[in-house]
């Protein structure tokens, strides 16, 4: 069996955590998940395109939101729990005041026809960041039928049917797992 070693982690302070999150935060408007993976993928290279995806995976299993999930774990990787705290305080700080005043604007001016249409430019830019980034985080995936097979069915039974998200992940993850594990990793020789 062929052995893997663990490269080591390069030094991330707790400051550069609370730098890079909050660069995500300011940055993502209409949605943190595209620059999030542009910002720990290719510009910091603290994960590799598959570790995002896992780490968004597991961010998206457990509850509250999925990007603070990965703050948390891409914190507590560099800097345990401090980097966690720093990691997630970047990620809120300056959403929360702009949403305090984003709120107040929106309550004064929310009916006018402008301030309607520029919620809809917003909304159809969003969509397409989502769409990029899916691809994006498609591509670092494994190419095996019981994956893609399970991609189709999780979009057919939430995407066309609307069934709810979380039934679905509960009767999927386990599937999920269960082929995963018959799966032999690449670069690894079974006995």
Not at 82 to 88: D, I, P
Not at 108 to 127: C, D, L, N
Not at 157 to 168: E, F, H
Request: proline letters at 7%; a positive charge; zero cysteines.
């Amino acid at each position: 069996m062929q052995e893997t070693t663990l490269q080591p982690l390069p030094p991330v302070g707790t400051r550069n955590l609370f730098m890079a999150f909050l660069r995500i935060a300011v940055a993502g408007v209409g949605g943190v998940l595209p620059h999030a993976q542009h910002q720990l993928v290719e510009r910091e290279r603290w994960l590799t395109q598959r570790e995002f995806a896992d780490y968004l995976s597991a961010g998206q299993l457990l509850p509250g939101p999925n990007i603070v999930n990965v703050a948390i774990m891409v914190g507590a990787r560099y800097q345990g729990l401090g980097g966690s705290l720093a990691a997630v305080a970047g990620l809120m700080v300056v959403p929360f005041f702009f949403v305090i005043a984003l709120a107040a604007f929106y309550r004064s001016f929310g009916e006018e026809p402008y301030v309607r249409q520029v919620f809809h430019g917003i909304s159809a830019g969003a969509a397409g960041l989502m769409i990029a980034t899916g691809v994006k985080l498609a591509r670092a995936q494994p190419r095996q039928a019981w994956a893609l097979g399970l991609v189709a069915t999780a979009f057919g039974l939430v995407g066309l049917a609307r069934l709810p998200l979380i039934p679905v992940l509960l009767a999927l993850a386990p599937i999920a797992l269960w082929l995963a594990s018959r799966t032999p990793a690449k670069g690894k020789q079974t006995p």
